[in-house]
T-cell receptor, first 114, second 113 residues
Framework: AQTVTQSQPEMSVQEAETVTLSCTYD???????LFWYKQPPSRQMILVIR??????QNATENRFSVNFQKAAKSFSLKISDSQLGDAAMYFC???????????FGTGTRLKVLA | DTAVSQTPKYLVTQMGNDKSIKCEQN?????MYWYKQDSKKFLKIMFS???????INETVPNRFSPKSPDKAHLNLHINSLELGDSAVYFC????????????FGSGTQLSVL
């Protein structure tokens, strides 16, 4: 069975600084997809970034980038130039098309300090 | 236009009542989901339908019954509500094939008193 682990329940970062959120996963599949979702206090789930396992190049979306280490089964999210609006819960998620199932980690609450 | 809409946003009810949550997506997706988010923010999949067919049915009490009248709609009916059912319930959809992202509704906060 696939599992997703986020070992940091809470992180803090100073505004304009950089922070990295950790995620590890376990699977025997070779073809899968990884996501980071953001959930602000509004409760809406927002996709931040997506990575296909077959791609070696790390995905980037503006200030957000990932460090995808397939052999280590690690998928961390780096947020550069942190802004107050980045404060939210961040969830790492795993998907393999054979199961139709998106599995989420337990989340990391990110606080951004002014 | 909202891509995945669910109603109501808030639901407050007494123990023992029966309630329904409705979900509709206008994205043309084949697959729809119900997720439950508990007070610790843990997101757990409950059900998934692909083209109106139930494909995922996690360990959920049979008081919870999903219904998909067509592939754009997935409703959740809950019988005999219990205190422990209090949570946020999210509807979501995805293309079902390939690597489409999961599109979420805005959630329904259910409070059972």
């Amino acid at each position: 069975a696939q599992t997703v682990t986020q070992s940091q329940p809470e992180m803090s970062v100073q505004e304009a600084e950089t922070v990295t959120l950790s995620c590890t996963y376990d699977t025997s599949e070779s073809d899968y997809y990884l996501f980071w979702y953001k959930q602000p206090p509004s409760r809406q789930m927002i996709l931040v970034i997506r990575q296909e396992a077959y791609k070696q190049q790390n995905a980037t979306e503006n200030r957000f980038s990932v460090n995808f280490q397939k052999a280590a089964k690690s998928f961390s999210l780096k947020i550069s130039d942190s802004q107050l609006g980045d404060a939210a819960m961040y969830f790492c998620a795993f998907y393999t098309s054979g199961t139709y199932k998106y599995i989420f980690g337990t989340g990391t609450r990110l606080k951004v300090l002014a | 236009d909202t891509a995945v809409s669910q109603t109501p946003k808030y639901l407050v009810t007494q123990m023992g009542n029966d309630k329904s949550i409705k979900c509709e997506q206008n994205l043309g997706h084949d697959t729809m989901y119900w997720y439950k988010q508990d007070s610790k923010k843990f997101l757990k999949i409950m059900f998934s339908y692909n083209n109106k067919e139930l494909i995922i049915n996690e360990t959920v009490p049979n008081r919870f019954s999903p219904k998909s009248p067509d592939k754009a709609h997935l409703n959740l009916h809950i019988n005999s509500l219990e205190l422990g059912d209090s949570a946020v319930y999210f509807c979501a959809s995805s293309p079902g094939t390939g690597i489409g992202k999961l599109f979420f509704g805005s959630g329904t906060q259910l409070s059972v008193l």
